[in-house]
């Protein structure tokens, strides 16, 4: 008789147990490095080894060999090919070759049984190494954003690598790589945890993975939906596969029809073909799933725009005097000016490439979890930044995008600085171009608890002068020291958000949750001092926004520092958005704890 079906992995990675990832890993992680090294020895020694296949099954081509590399017979330094041939350690070195392939295997594999991760209500533990045990710990309430990337590559396989951004430097958690559904929906039952909210346990138990040792599962599998599992119950051969018919979340063998009846298998052409379809319906599914968010509140990008705004940005302008020097260089006979410029010219069109690429297939939008952004075409990526988790905003309008209207939108998030590599600076930027409209919208999924009141000010700090939206005024002394953009000088702040205008070349509106401002600073220098003018800084995180107001009156300095210090205050006391899932009533409870 048959007995209930035994899953074959886990459907929540969030139960507290320790869980492995994806077996690919080692292969994604290191294994490509090593590939690439191993061709490019083989490409560098692709003459000498055809020679040396020549002379051992063609003997009569051994003269002319020896003839060119006589003198290199016994320098192993030049010629360490010639050397093994020549010495008769051929046998030997094909063995050494075949050890260290074993010997990387087995890393892999030791690396990948070694690498294991759970997730808990309070924190995401990862312990990792073989000869050097760590063991990393990312708090829940400490998450700044979750990111999923797909290199291409990766997504061959069918997998992803899910990043946890935490506060604090170098203290981000990597599991690289997982299924890909497992990545998508670890991200959901992560950002759950971290919300305060708690969901009910399911009513079926699910059991471990099969062949889960020690109580770690792989990574790689999971339980098809609607398939509950009983605990210790395991299935017998010849057993049919119930609901096998769907999805894996690994991506391997998804769509994969199961075996009708008992001794039956499914065509190895047939789950092939059916693998090639799901990786293609993974390349071509957009990154936003639709079901996250209505159509009408997601921002896209034309393909038109993010080239024009990328050959219209600050890399155009080096890329003239690159060329101007390149072209100088030659026609004056300075050669040398080939070897110190080609290089930056190639790497400049090498950024505004990458540039253009990460932009395509762009959205923003709304979800119950945060702002989900998604990027790219071939590699892709997406990065969903909960609420109470964006500590400034800016929007920038370079001189060039002015006649087109387009602006770029940067964030200021807990553990991402502005020096950081330039994956993690590109996570900062929300919108890299855009119109007036999509900026409202944007800052309207960044900031909704004062969408309704931000939305007054934005046009008058985008690109309003004066006093116009009730901006404060910058005196026309302040011109000695900011004469072409004095008059756009201005603060305003409303529902606990501190609006600040400023720029003439490059136009710039920074807004601060004043509940995630970190101080406030008024500072005055001698030459202030005699215009009685002062300068305002508020101190948010590390990143690429800085929240200035370069000038103001002395007297409406001090007014706005003392007005803001308790703003402040007070929003950080009743700001409950970090548990943004929490009732109201467990959220109070939490913040009254964290007085306590």
Do not use: C
């Not at 087995?106 to 045990?133: D, K, N, Y």
């Amino acid at each position: 008789m048959s007995g209930p079906v035994r899953p074959q992995g886990v459907v929540n990675l969030a139960d507290g147990e320790w869980h492995r990832l994806h077996p690919a890993s080692p292969l994604l992680r290191g294994g490509l490095v090593f590939i690439a090294v191993i061709g490019f020895i083989i490409a560098n020694l692709r003459e000498r080894v055809i020679e040396i296949f020549l002379a051992i099954f063609a003997p009569e081509s051994t003269a002319p060999i020896d003839a060119e590399y006589g003198e290199w017979q016994q320098d192993w330094a030049n010629d360490p090919v010639g050397g093994i041939v020549v010495n008769g350690l051929v046998g030997w070195a094909l063995l050494a070759l075949a050890a260290v392939i074993i010997a990387v295997v087995i890393g892999f594999w030791l690396s990948w049984r070694m690498h294991t991760f759970r997730v808990t209500p309070e924190a995401v533990e990862v312990r990792s190494g073989i000869l050097f045990r760590s063991h990393r710990s990312a708090r829940l309430d400490r998450i700044q954003g979750i990111n999923v990337n797909r290199p291409l590559f990766a997504r061959l396989f069918g997998t992803a690598k899910l990043e946890i951004s935490v506060a604090g430097q170098s203290a981000n958690v990597q599991l690289a790589y997982l299924g890909s559904a497992l990545a998508d929906a670890l991200r959901a039952d992560v950002l759950r945890l971290a919300s305060g909210a708690r969901a009910e346990r399911a009513q079926g138990a699910v059991a471990p993975a099969a062949g889960a040792v020690d109580g770690r599962a792989d990574a790689s599998s999971v339980v098809a939906p609607g398939v509950v599992a009983v605990p210790g119950t395991a299935q017998e051969p010849g057993a049919p596969a119930a609901a096998a018919d769907a999805p894996a979340a690994d991506g391997t063998g998804a769509g994969v029809p199961a075996a009708g009846a008992a001794g039956q298998r499914t065509p190895v052409s047939a789950r092939a073909g059916a693998l090639v379809t799901q990786r293609v319906d993974e390349f071509l599914a957009p990154e936003l799933d639709p079901d996250l968010a209505p159509p009408e509140s997601v921002v896209h990008l034309p393909l038109g725009r993010v080239i024009g705004s990328t050959l219209l940005g600050g890399s155009t302008i080096w890329a003239i005097i690159l060329v101007a020097i390149i072209v100088v260089g030659v026609t004056t006979g300075q050669m040398w000016v080939l070897f110190s410029f080609v290089p930056a010219a190639i790497g400049l069109v090498s950024y505004t490439w990458s540039r253009i690429t990460k932009s395509l297939r762009y959205s923003i939008a709304g979800t119950p979890d945060g702002v989900r952004i998604g990027h790219g075409l071939l590699s892709t990526g997406n990065q969903t930044i909960p609420p109470g988790r964006v500590h400034a905003v800016e929007a920038t309008q370079w001189v060039f995008w002015r006649p087109f209207g387009w602006w770029s939108v940067r964030i200021n998030v807990a553990g991402q600085s502005v020096s950081a590599s330039g994956e993690a600076a590109q996570r900062t930027i929300v919108l890299p171009v855009g119109t007036a409209a999509d900026v409202h919208r944007v800052l309207a999924l960044l900031l909704p608890d004062a969408a309704a009141e931000v939305e007054a000010l934005v046009d008058a700090g985008l690109v309003g002068r004066g006093d116009a939206g009730g901006f404060s005024v910058t005196p026309k002394r302040a011109a000695w020291l900011r004469p072409f953009s004095w008059k756009r000088i201005g603060l305003a702040e409303t529902a606990g958000v501190a609006v600040i205008r400023r720029g003439a070349l490059i136009r710039s509106l920074s807004l601060v949750p004043l509940a995630r401002m970190q101080s406030v600073a008024v500072s005055v220098g001698p030459i202030e001092r005699a215009l009685d003018l002062a300068t305002l800084r508020l101190h948010t995180v590390t990143g690429p926004v800085s929240a200035l107001l370069p000038v103001a009156d002395r007297t409406v300095a001090a007014a706005l520092f003392d007005r803001l210090a308790h703003e402040a205050i007070e929003r950080a006391a009743i700001d409950t958005s970090h548990h943004w899932g929490a009732s109201p009533a467990a959220a109070n409870e939490t913040e009254s704890l964290h007085v306590d």
